[in-house]
């Protein structure tokens, strides 16, 4: 099996054109963004806290849902000592009420708090090696609030850096080629407005239906897929349908038991299901599939009162 085959870029090949003019492409995409880019609030400060609550709410969630949603959070815990100091079912409420997505997210957010405030004396380590000890915190994460926090980042590549430099600079879909391609791009020393502009470009411009000329993309000039004009890019997987979903119900269950002490499983079922019955395709075996995967999060207890089973959050 060759390396081509095998879906890697072959040792030594380049994924950029070898002719590219690099200063002139960085220069024109920094300029286009600071001439005029989407004013999210997060991007007006370098807070690590503030900066890493963002990027865990933008994990497969509309940027313009954020927004509030940031700011309602951040009123509410201002600082990462403040979010360490609360209870963990109040942050897991808040992301149901908000509609957030995976509620382990929250938990995970508020476990990564507290380890800020306890090993780094409430100070967010600056270094993306450290920020991916915090819990709930990956590689894209690390790298994007060691960027946008500290200008201490390595190229972010997410699917709009991969799609964007798949079409101007016909970059192989190949995750060794689009790492390779950002790294050479982003100019050393300027991680936190390169990464932010180049998304920008991915979110605004080079989107899954371009708008080059009404976006005055800063790289036509260059663009392969603008000179060719075919605008095919990588596959991305759609998110599975909200409705009906796992997900939905477990934010359901989450909800009613934010509002209650506890509550008896087959009530619970009644509350979040109104075709529910113990014995019924959606009954008590379903339900306490969902209380599982709560569980095995550390979302969600199940324990015996008075001879019955109810559910509580932890």
């Known amino acids: 099996m060759t390396d081509a085959d095998a879906g890697t870029t072959p040792a030594g090949d380049a994924p950029l054109p070898a002719d590219l003019d690099l200063d002139a492409v960085r220069e024109a995409l920094i300029e286009w963004y600071e001439d005029d880019h989407r004013p999210f609030p997060w991007r007006q400060t370098d807070d690590a806290y503030e900066i890493h609550v963002s990027e865990v709410m933008s994990q497969q969630t509309q940027l313009d849902r954020v927004v509030s949603a940031w700011s309602d959070f951040r009123d509410r815990w201002p600082t990462v000592e403040a979010l360490a100091a609360a209870d963990r079912s109040e942050v897991v409420a808040f992301w149901t009420d908000h509609s957030l997505g995976y509620n382990n997210r929250a938990k995970y957010l508020h476990e990564a708090a507290n380890q800020v405030v306890d090993e780094y004396g409430g100070e967010y380590p600056e270094e993306p090696g450290e920020l991916e000890e915090l819990m709930g915190v990956g590689p894209y994460t690390a790298n994007a609030v060691a960027s946008f926090a500290f200008n201490n980042g390595n190229a972010v590549v997410d699917t709009n850096v991969e799609r964007v430099t798949y079409r101007a600079f016909d970059v192989p879909d190949d995750d060794d080629a689009f790492e390779q391609a950002a790294s050479e791009l982003m100019p050393e020393g300027e991680s936190r407005v390169w990464n932010n502009a180049i998304m920008e470009l991915g979110g605004v411009a080079c989107t899954k239906s371009p708008s080059c000329d009404e976006a005055g993309c ?12 075919d605008f095919t890019a990588p596959d991305v997987p759609e998110q599975p349908s909200f409705e009906g979903s796992r997900r939905q119900f477990r934010g359901r269950i989450v909800r009613h038991l934010g509002e209650h002490d506890a509550v008896p499983v087959d009530d619970l079922g009644h509350r979040i299901r109104v075709d529910y019955t113990p014995d019924g395709e959606h009954g008590r075996e379903w ?9 095995e999060d550390g979302l969600v207890a199940v324990e015996e009162r008075d001879g019955k089973q109810v559910a509580r959050l932890r």
């Open 218 to 229: 800063p790289w036509r000039k260059w663009c392969h897929a603008y000179e060719t004009g």
């Open 287 to 295: 339900l306490e599939g969902l209380l599982d995967d709560l569980a």
